[in-house]
C-alpha cells in the first residue's frame, strides 16, 4: 500500500503545482468578462482553463489514492 501513497503524493504535488500557477477556471470564476468567440483571447482562456482542470483533477484523485493506501 505504500506504494498508493507514493503515486497519491505524487499526484496530489504535480496537480498543486498546476493550481499554483493556474488562474482558476471561468466556470469558478464569475467575475470575468465575457470574451469574443473565436478571438486569440478566447482560445488562450479555454486552453488555460483546461489546464486548470487538470491541476484540480489531479489534486482530488491524487488524495483519493492517498487516502486508499492509507486506509486500505
Aim: no cysteine; hydrophobic share 60%.
Amino acid at each position: 500500500m505504500i506504494l498508493l501513497v507514493a503515486i497519491g503524493l505524487g499526484l496530489v504535488w504535480h496537480g498543486s503545482q498546476i493550481v499554483w500557477v493556474a488562474p482558476r477556471p471561468s466556470l469558478l470564476d464569475k467575475s470575468r468578462p465575457e470574451l469574443e468567440a473565436g478571438s486569440a483571447a478566447a482560445f488562450n482562456r479555454f486552453w488555460l482553463d483546461q489546464y486548470a482542470w487538470i491541476g484540480f483533477g489531479l489534486v482530488v484523485i491524487g488524495v483519493v489514492v492517498t487516502g486508499a493506501g492509507l486506509f486500505l
